[in-house]
């Protein structure tokens, strides 16, 4: 079987972006939180099947790469006075077998696009993204139509743009015109070039008004959440018991599967309520004999990543064990600091309390501890 090919993109970010205006290049602009380059690199970065990236940037701009730490994610090249000189000097940047030469513009470039021009390269030399022109096509002068275009057969042009590397490095040498981008400089060289399934969210941010346009894709909506949690476990025999991760001397021990950690438990309980995924006993259930005696950090720090997965970021947490016994005052610190330590939070945020039931019901003779908890948990920026 043949070696599956490499795959380096090339993200051209030299340009000066005049028609944006701004004070710095668009590319060195923010949007969505990170600069436009800082988007457009993640859309290469995390997808699969992109080994390298090399970075083409103006020599003036060697700053903004530093202070961004951008040598660490790709192989920086300098570009050149136009977009053909700045794709030439990423060419020779890599060895990979197939490019895919991208604007640094286009911050929105779905993954479905990059795997369809990889998909094309395994037949053709070249191959990049289009869309149909649908709207009426004129010609115009002085504010005046002066004639009508046929759209049948019109493409509009996206990129990544992707060939076979030597093929395209060979097209560039033997190019001495200026061209609009590498299918022009393929086609002049008699490369056969496929056309796939562009995007209409694939827009390349050209003038003040498509950071907009492009800021509305990239932000996801505000998304604030509570979740609640409640656990109660039953006093045994024992000489301590484990609350809120630490381990607190006591004529009785709490009674359960795992440790037993009640405030551990239901501040799980809490995350997996905001998040709508179930309950702790479904992520790990009593009957499995692996969570026999398991420490209760494990289901606390599943949870976190569960939530970290989903996106969303805890912001707080509130935890009021209630019992008479042991006084929790005087350990409340050092179980604040290891519930933050377990959920990667800063100790400001986390929250543990403690109340007596006034010595009624279960907790109030003393039969077992009750626990609950509120979380908060973000996610996206308002748009
Ligand atoms: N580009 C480049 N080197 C150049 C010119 C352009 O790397 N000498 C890059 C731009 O940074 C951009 C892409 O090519 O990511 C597409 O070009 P364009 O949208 O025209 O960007 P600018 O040239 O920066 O903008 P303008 O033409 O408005 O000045
Ligand atoms: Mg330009």
């Given at each position: 079987m043949l070696a599956k090919p490499t795959v380096a993109a090339i993200i051209?970010?030299?340009?000066?972006?005049?028609?944006?205006?701004?004070?710095?290049?668009?590319?060195?602009?923010?949007?969505?939180?990170?600069?436009?380059?800082?988007?457009?690199?993640?859309?290469?970065?995390?997808?699969?099947?992109?080994?390298?990236?090399?970075?083409?940037?103006?020599?003036?701009?060697?700053?903004?790469?530093?202070?961004?730490?951008?040598?660490?994610?790709?192989?920086?090249?300098?570009?050149?006075?136009?977009?053909?000189?700045?794709?030439?000097?990423?060419?020779?940047?890599?060895?990979?077998?197939?490019?895919?030469?991208?604007?640094?513009?286009?911050?929105?470039?779905?993954?479905?696009?990059?795997?369809?021009?990889?998909?094309a390269l395994d037949h053709h030399l070249g191959a990049a993204p289009a869309l149909p022109v649908t709207d009426a096509l004129w010609t115009g002068a002085a504010d005046l139509v002066t004639g009508v275009q046929d759209r049948a057969g019109l493409f509009a042009a996206q990129t990544p743009q992707g060939f076979h590397r030597d093929a395209i490095v060979k097209a560039h040498r033997a190019n001495d015109q200026p061209a609009a981008d590498d299918v022009e400089i393929a086609r002049r060289a008699g490369l056969d070039v496929a056309i796939v399934q562009g995007d209409a969210g694939n827009l390349k941010i050209t003038t003040p008004e498509d950071f907009a346009r492009a800021a509305k894709q990239l932000e996801t909506p505000l998304d604030i959440r509570t979740g609640n949690g409640f656990d109660v476990h039953r006093f045994g025999d024992g000489d301590h018991v484990m609350l809120c991760g630490v381990k607190v001397p006591h004529a009785r021990g709490l009674q359960g599967h795992s440790d037993a950690d009640v405030g551990m438990h239901t501040v799980t309980d809490a995350i997996y309520g905001a998040l709508c995924r179930g309950d702790i006993g479904q992520h790990f259930p009593p009957s499995d004999p692996q969570w026999k005696g398991a420490e209760s950090h494990i289901f606390l720090a599943h949870a976190c990543a569960l939530a970290r997965e989903m996106g969303f970021e805890i912001t707080h947490m509130d935890c009021t064990l209630i019992c008479?016994?042991?006084?929790?005052?005087?350990?409340?610190?050092?179980?604040?600091?290891?519930?933050?330590?377990?959920?990667?939070?800063?100790?400001?945020?986390?929250?543990?309390?403690?109340?007596?039931?006034?010595?009624?019901?279960?907790?109030?003779?003393?039969?077992?501890?009750?626990?609950?908890?509120?979380?908060?948990l973000i996610k996206g920026t308002t748009a």
């Open positions: 051209v970010a030299a340009g000066r972006g005049r028609r944006a205006g701004g004070d710095v290049p668009k590319q060195w602009q923010q949007i969505a939180g990170k600069t436009v380059l800082e988007q457009t690199l993640a859309r290469f970065q995390t997808h699969p099947r992109v080994d390298e990236i090399v970075l083409v940037v103006a020599r003036e701009d060697l700053g903004w790469v530093e202070t961004m730490g951008l040598e660490s994610q790709a192989t920086i090249a300098i570009g050149g006075s136009d977009r053909v000189a700045s794709v030439l000097s990423g060419l020779v940047s890599t060895q990979a077998d197939h490019v895919l030469i991208h604007d640094a513009a286009r911050c929105c470039c779905p993954a479905e696009v990059i795997d369809r021009v990889l998909d008479e016994f042991p006084k929790i005052g005087p350990v409340a610190h050092p179980m604040r600091a290891r519930m933050a330590d377990v959920m990667g939070l800063d100790i400001d945020r986390v929250s543990v309390k403690a109340t007596t039931s006034e010595r009624l019901g279960f907790t109030g003779r003393g039969e077992g501890i009750a626990a609950l908890a509120t979380v908060t």
